[in-house]
T-cell receptor
Framework: AQTVTQSQPEMSVQEAETVTLSCTYD???????LFWYKQPPSRQMILVIR??????QNATENRFSVNFQKAAKSFSLKISDSQLGDAAMYFC???????????FGTGTRLKVLA | AAGVIQSPRHLIKEKRETATLKCYPI?????VYWYQQGPGQDPQFLIS???????DKGSIPDRFSAQQFSDYHSELNMSSLELGDSALYFC????????????FGSGTRLTVV
């Protein structure tokens, strides 16, 4: 079965500090895409960052970066210079190339402390 | 920029009633997806449509049906509602499948009483 595991139900970080959210996944396929989505209290899911499995280079979007370890099936999200607006649920997800659905993890609630 | 529009935003129904949720994707997006998110849960895939044809199906109950119309909007119909159907229902759209990420709507909060 294809699964996504987020082992940290909740994390806290001081404003301006760095935090890393963990995600592991399980698939026997080689062509897939990985994502981190943010769900703030307003509840709309927002794409944070995306990684193509065939690319070794880790994706970066401003303060957000990933550590993609394909052999270990690990896809962690690093948030640098954390801001109060980063407080939200963060979901890791993946999709197999050519399919039309995502598999989501159970989410990590991030709290940012002022 | 246009976003994914879902209506209604909130819906309260009684058990055994029927509900219809609507989704208007971003213009020129060719794929629509429906997800169900229970309280404190991760989103669960229900069904997707690519160019108005069903493209994938998840754990969607037989009481639920969905379709995509000629103008690309989609509707999720839920009949014989049960208390356990209370959830946030998201619609999302994308172009060329989901490889480049979805754009989600704000969701419809369905409460069954």
């Amino acid at each position: 079965a294809q699964t996504v595991t987020q082992s940290q139900p909740e994390m806290s970080v001081q404003e301006a500090e760095t935090v890393t959210l963990s995600c592991t996944y399980d698939t026997s396929e080689s062509d897939y895409y990985l994502f981190w989505y943010k769900q703030p209290p307003s509840r709309q899911m927002i794409l944070v960052i995306r990684q193509e499995a065939y690319k070794q280079q880790n994706a970066t979007e401003n303060r957000f970066s990933v550590n993609f370890q394909k052999a270990a099936k690990s896809f962690s999200l690093k948030i640098s210079d954390s801001q109060l607006g980063d407080a939200a649920m963060y979901f890791c997800a993946y999709t197999l190339s050519g399919t039309y659905k995502y598999i989501f993890g159970t989410g990590t609630r991030l709290k940012v402390l002022a | 920029a246009a976003g994914v529009i879902q209506s209604p935003r909130h819906l309260i129904k009684e058990k055994r009633e029927t509900a219809t949720l609507k989704c208007y994707p971003i213009p020129r997006h060719d794929t629509v997806y429906w997800y169900q998110q229970g309280p404190g849960q991760d989103p669960q895939f229900l069904i997707s449509f690519y160019e108005k044809m069903q493209s994938d199906k998840g754990s969607i109950p037989d009481r639920f049906s969905a379709q995509q119309f000629s103008d690309y909007h989609s509707e999720l119909n839920m009949s014989s509602l049960e208390l356990g159907d209370s959830a946030l229902y998201f619609c999302a759209s994308s172009n060329m499948g989901g490889n480049y990420g979805y754009t989600f709507g704000s969701g419809t909060r369905l409460t069954v009483v």
